[in-house]
């Protein structure tokens, strides 16, 4: 990028992080390590437990095994880059860096949008037509329906980040973020940010809030359907197979609804809480909510347990 008249283009920008105070970074810096370190471990463990256990090759883990994916490049995204800047002097990411960081988080966050209404429409077929579920859900399909969640993500990533990053920046070049988030970026545009804004806007309404309303809808079914199943049993039953998948709607959404809705407060505290939260600590909680609840996992890795060498078990 090339500067106009006697302005020059950024080729850096600083993150200022959490806090400015060096004593209680290196306080974050464990707290925040060991969180990386679990969600690593959890949702690679997730995954790995999935592939090799032949119970866990139904529609339902194959779209949870890719949501502890997305969970860890959008964590990786975030909390290395984070971690550095705890512990070091410099702040700074270059123009390159800042853009591919929020590409990548843009991506894997627009992908669990689709993928959690992939998952609610795969809760709806279960427990409305289970006598159609084999058929419905082929493995080809949802194959399918993943590979869409993907390719979504990516296009709606790329279509937000270059018109945001092809924006002049002359200076200031500090972010009031411990990210690079584009509405706290272009905030730093010496020219007329309202293109990115419309696209971010309008990516935002489709997929974002798109995705919502589908989630929604099909719960709307899959109560009428619960409804009319007539024992007790059969009705804790089907609720306790949406539940997890729940908690982990209201989860997202919830903090990443709060963090979105009101742009304007995005230099303040509460901001960055919100955003550690939806970013950071839910996808740590993602596959514990999953586990806790579930029977086949816990069998499952009950079984890998049992068949691992004693050095393991110990």
Known sequence: MEGDGNH???????????????????????VFLGI????????????????INSNLHTPMYLFLSSLSFIDICCSTS???????????????????????????????SLAECCLLATMAYDRYVAISSPLQYSAIMV???????????????????????????????????????????VPQVITLSCSNPFICQLTV????????????????????????????ISSDKGSAKAFNTCASHLATVILYYG??????????????MKHKVLSIFYIIFV????????SLRNKVIKEALKRVIKRSPPILKK
């Open 36 to 51: 990386y370190l679990v969600t690593l471990i959890w949702n690679l463990g997730l995954i790995i437990l999935i592939r």
């Open 78 to 108: 975030i909390s290395p880059r984070m971690l550095s800047d705890f512990v070091g002097d410099a702040k700074t990411i270059s123009f390159m860096a800042c853009a591919t960081q929020y590409f990548v988080i843009s991506c894997m």
């Open 283 to 290: 996808p740590m909680l993602n596959p514990l909510i999953y």
């Open 139 to 181: 493995p080809g399909r949802c194959w399918k329906l993943i590979a869409v969640t993907y390719g979504t993500g990516f296009l709606s990533s790329l279509v937000e980040t270059v018109p945001c990053f092809h924006l002049f920046y002359c200076g200031p070049n500090i972010i009031q973020h411990f990210f690079c988030d």
């Open 201 to 228: 806007f309008l990516v935002a309404i489709s997929l974002g809030l798109g995705s919502l309303r589908f989630i929604l809808l099909s719960y709307g079914f899959i109560a009428a359907s619960i409804l009319k």
């Open 8 to 30: 020059t283009s950024v080729a850096m920008f600083i993150l200022l992080g959490l806090s400015d105070e060096k004593e209680l970074q290196l306080i974050l810096f464990p």
């Open 255 to 268: 903090t990443a609804l709060s963090v979105y809705m009101h742009p304007g407060s995005g230099h303040s």
